[in-house]
């Protein structure tokens, strides 16, 4: 019975021509591309075939107006398009990880309007460095001698190790050789530099004599990555930056620190537990690799502070001119590091996710609480345990606070606010939505709420009606 329903649900189907022929795709053709619309109605058409065989929504079949405006209205808004991060998760990856602060926005938009002094000194009329900006922010930050920038970390140390260490070998903890987001290995990536990686130790027990007894005429560096996506805990050793770079200097070799998650901040104090690019500096590394984008709050980059000869030899490498920053980074960067260097780092957002109190939390989550069940909707306020994302303090959680939605289907409900306007991204947990709100500042949470109320309301409407 089930089989002849969506047959005859899939005979009923419209076809293109039929549906382009129909009066109202012709008003829309009158004011719209003829490619637009010919693509709405194939959109049209594939979802309604989609929610047949798969959903069971056999009155889906009736393409009509409603149906095609949806279409072209997907088809004509931005692909990107700004998501209120309802998941709690501090810097998402797969939302644009850390939001920036509104100085950096201004000086993005600033430098964005008309011509900046990008790689012009002003002062002397001749050509300048699209890093001056930023090297002296960095260095004050960080008490590095030197620093430059390139788009990502992942270019960093690919970069650093081309320059620095082509050729020759690079001693690495083998439980330290991981994988990154995306299924990128950064063994894989390292190689690409040209450099022998040889990896010493067990996965759970580096010692520092592991590291001496594989230095030879050949070796470059030696490389501590810092895991910061995943920990190794129990029965575990492993050298100290500051006990390499006492052996790095007995044996002339210089120590690289992928520090990753890039914090210039001790961020204990808000439960995060990430090493600082200063602390390593302190304890010695001579070239230290972290993000822009992640604990830092910045934009995406890719950051190098170290010994001056170092950042000389990556700068003077033709791969730099393939990974260099464009001006709306370093217009951002430069922005955000003043915040840091001016003691105002409060007013990155990412900061003030980070330290907002849980009750603070509660309190947002009990006014985003009053907006749903004004609407009808059965909810709760629960307490909350979330990540801080990118990679970064994978054993610390904050605590926060969400409202949980009830008697919808959740992963309808989710889908649906995904597809809304402003879109909104929670989480499926124990069967219902949950909508975290550290991620969510005050002046969002009544469109948030506005969100949530369209979003049900457009799961209780069968298809067809409204």
């Not at 991060?85 to 100085?103: F, K």
């Not at 217009?331 to 840091?340: I, V």
Request: aromatic share 2%.
């Amino acid at each position: 019975m089930e089989d002849a329903l969506k047959n005859a649900a899939l005979r009923r189907l419209p076809s293109i021509d039929e549906l382009l022929a129909s009066p109202y795709a012709q008003r829309l053709l009158e004011s719209h591309p003829r490619q637009l619309v010919v693509d709405a109605a194939r959109r049209a058409v594939a979802e309604a075939r989609e929610a047949i065989l798969h959903r069971g929504q056999h009155d889906r079949a009736d393409v009509g107006e409603r149906e095609l405006q949806a279409a072209l209205g997907v088809l004509s808004r931005p692909r990107l398009r700004p998501v209120l991060n309802a998941t709690g998760v501090v810097l998402h990856t797969n939302l644009g990880r850390a939001p920036l602060a509104q100085a950096a926005i201004d000086r993005m938009v600033s430098v964005a309007r008309g011509y900046a002094n990008l790689e012009l000194d002003l002062e002397s009329g001749k050509r300048g460095s699209r890093y001056a900006p930023v090297e002296e922010l960095l260095c004050t930050l960080t008490g590095a001698e030197a620093a430059i920038v390139v788009n990502n970390c992942a270019g960093a140390v690919l970069l650093a190790l081309s320059a620095i260490a082509s050729g020759r070998e690079v001693v690495v903890s083998r439980g330290e050789a991981v994988e990154i987001g995306g299924g990128f290995r950064v063994p894989d990536v390292m190689r690409q530099s040209g450099a022998t990686l040889v990896e010493v130790g067990t996965t759970n027990k580096t010692r520092l004599a592991d590291y001496e007894r594989a230095v030879t005429e050949r070796t470059a560096l030696f490389l501590k990555v810092h895991r910061s996506n995943f920990a190794i805990v129990g029965f575990t050793e492993e050298a100290s930056v500051a006990e390499l770079a006492e052996l790095g200097s007995m044996k002339r070799v210089p120590v690289f620190h992928d520090l990753g998650s890039g914090a210039l901040l001790d961020l204990s104090a808000s439960g995060v537990h990430e090493p600082t690019a200063a602390a390593s500096i302190k304890a010695g590394a001579d070239l230290v690799a972290f993000s822009g984008d992640k604990l830092l709050g910045g934009p995406q980059a890719g950051i190098l502070v170290g010994k001056r000869e170092l950042v000389r030899a990556v700068r003077e490498h033709p791969l730099n001119r393939a990974l260099r920053i464009d001006k709306l980074t370093v217009a951002a960067l430069e922005a955000t590091l003043q915040l840091y260097a001016q003691g105002e780092h409060a007013l990155l957002p990412v900061q003030a996710m980070l330290h907002e109190e849980p009750a603070s939390c509660r309190q947002r989550a009990e006014r985003l609480l009053g907006m749903v069940t004004a609407q009808g909707l059965r909810a709760e306020v629960r307490d909350s345990e979330v990540q801080v994302g990118a990679g970064a303090s994978p054993l610390d959680v904050l605590r926060s606070s969400a409202v949980v939605i009830q008697g919808l289907e959740p992963e309808a409900l989710a889908e649906r606010l995904r597809a809304g306007d402003p879109a909104v991204l929670g989480r499926v947990a124990e069967g219902k939505l949950w909508l975290d709100v550290r991620c969510v500042p005050e002046h969002d949470i009544q469109a948030l709420g506005q969100a949530v109320g369209r979003a049900a309301l457009d799961c209780a409407t069968p298809k067809g009606q409204g």
